[in-house]
């Protein structure tokens, strides 16, 4: 039987996916739990295994649509009602369309999900850290994305939510900075989740390389627990994508980012597939070269070369940012073309290192 902590997590979307996974830690570590969502049979089952696989002492489900108008006053009203006091708040909740927006995409679904991703977020965080803030405690995760920081062609209006997300939860993060109260915007890389097949897209190039969400939402966790202001699950590669667009020209990212989103076409597959993987290469590698150089060789250099390292690396990044434009000019071309523009990255790789430790 689990002691508990006495404290509750509300978790949004806690039905699938990595509010689940969320849900399950903690659990785990003895918290009670609210769960919101639509599916309150599913919701009800997960309660039940809670119960008996972690001891969990409080459940309460409520059964909302957060994609109603005020639904998430309609939440914190049933909360205050309980008598239940929110110590964690997990805004995971969130959906997408599939398709162009000019000539494809349904208004009255992409009305919805802004309602949710947008406005049901803002109102839940509002109310709840309202109370935090009065209390001096708590703790609220909210649910970016990577693409928060790029052009998402495709799932346009999505990704415009979550840059909305990550916006406001950084400005919060300053308005709190005088309290103990600490927000976390979580930013994954694509997941394996129902998210893909909710927004109603066919199987995509993109799904080729999902991230676990168990494994995001431990790390979302561990970020969250200690206050960070954000987290980006996953190893360097996923770090290095958010370093690339920092750096990279928008225009070249809403390209990649549009081929991720393209359907894979049977047919198509195995001629493009070869062109693909080389340019998913060259961009990972041109991300690995700048973000590893910039991160590590930065931090474990003293103040002298650290100055050099700034001049040496504002110089090479351009030539990084050359190849990569190069290379995403050469999707077109052959595969041998985009091999030469890898060695090229190879080679400015290698600069990079020799300078930052020379
Ligand atoms: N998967 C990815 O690639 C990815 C990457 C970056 C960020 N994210 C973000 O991660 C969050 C979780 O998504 P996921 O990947 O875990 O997808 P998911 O498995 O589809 O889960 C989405 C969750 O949101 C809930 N939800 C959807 N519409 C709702 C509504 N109208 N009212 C209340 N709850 C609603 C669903 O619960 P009910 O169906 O029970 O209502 C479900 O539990 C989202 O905010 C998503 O934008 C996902």
Redesign the pocket.
Known sequence: MNAGTGKTALI?????????ELAKLFAKDGYNLVL????ED??DRLADVFKSNYGTQQITVIN????EED?AQDVYNQVQEKGITVNILVN?????TYGKFATETDWEREK?LVH??VL?TTQMTKLFLKDMVSRNEGRILQ?????AITPFPLMAV?GAT?AYIWNLTQSLINEIKDTNVTMTA???????????R?AGAPKLNVEDV??D?AMVAKDAYKALMKGEAKVIPGGMGNKAQEMMAYVSPQETLASGMRKLLTPKDEAKAEAEESQTSVWTIVGIAAAVVTGIALVTAYNNTNAIDRARYRYQAGKLKDQALDLFHDADDSLGDAKDAAVDKWAGVKKVATQIFSSAFA
């Open positions: 949004t979307g806690a039905s699938s996916g990595i509010g689940q919101v969502g639509r599916k599913t919701l909302k649509d957060l994609s639904a995971d909740a969130g959906a997408s919805q949710l991703n049901a649910l970016a994305s990577l693409v999505y979550k979580l930013m994954p890389n694509a997941t394996a989740t129902n998210f893909f909710e999902l991230d969400p």
